[in-house]
Structure formats: structure tokens, C-alpha cells
């Protein structure tokens, strides 16, 4: 079992920055490829980036590359999301994600889910 907890949303202006910790309870967190998710009311949950066990390979979502930023401290079991130039429509709830496989851009294939952490942006 893998409990996740993120932590570092909030209210921002329009072009501020924002960064989220998602930090994990299991000593095996290496081998879990990570993802942030997020889901603003009345939509689906949508990818936002993923990131493999040693952190060689990331992936984001289109209309997020260039501003949203994913990493991981695997000697803290914490992955990260920076988010900068944010913008009004990037409020959601945010959640991150475990699996012991690829990390998918399908919330579906994940395993564990952290409770979420609420993105504001306003205009």
C-alpha cells in the first residue's frame, strides 16, 4: 500500500508560480513511475505530466509544455510539479499518482491517488 500526500496549492494571480510536492510512504517509491493529474469541476480528470522511476523520461500534456515542470527526489519519496505563467484556466484540483508500471497518461492504470490539492488562479 502507498499513501500519497501533496501538498503546495493555492491561490495565485495569473502569471505567478505555484509548486506542488506529492510525498509518498513507501521505501520502494523508485520503483513507481509518478503522474499529476488534474480535474476541474464539470471535466473529466486529465493528465498533466508523468515521470518515470530514475526521472529519465517525462511527458506533458500539450497545452502545459514549457510551463509545468516534473521531477523527483527519490531519496525524499517526492516528486514535484513547478508550475509557472499560470493562467485562470489551469484551476483544478491537482492529484498525483503511483503505478508499478509505465507511468500512462490513463488515470485508469494508476494504482494510488493522493487526496488532491486545489489550484486557484484568478484573473
Known amino acids: 500500500q502507498v499513501q500519497l500526500v501533496e501538498s503546495g496549492g493555492g491561490l495565485v494571480q495569473a502569471g505567478g508560480s505555484l509548486r506542488l510536492s506529492c510525498a509518498a510512504s513507501t521505501r520502494t517509491f523508485s520503483s513507481y513511475g509518478m503522474g499529476w493529474f488534474r480535474q476541474a469541476p464539470g471535466k473529466e480528470r486529465e493528465i498533466v505530466a508523468r515521470i518515470t522511476w530514475s526521472g529519465d523520461s517525462t511527458y506533458y500534456a500539450d497545452s502545459l509544455k514549457g510551463r509545468f515542470t516534473i521531477s523527483r527526489d527519490n531519496a525524499k519519496n517526492t516528486v514535484y510539479l513547478q508550475m509557472n505563467s499560470l493562467r485562470p484556466e489551469d484551476t483544478a484540483v491537482y492529484y498525483c499518482?503511483?503505478?508499478?508500471?509505465?507511468?500512462?497518461?490513463?488515470?485508469?492504470?494508476?494504482?494510488?491517488w493522493g487526496q488532491g490539492t486545489q489550484v486557484t488562479v484568478s484573473s
Open positions: 499518482a503511483a503505478t508499478p508500471n509505465w507511468p500512462s497518461s490513463s488515470p485508469g492504470m494508476y494504482d494510488y
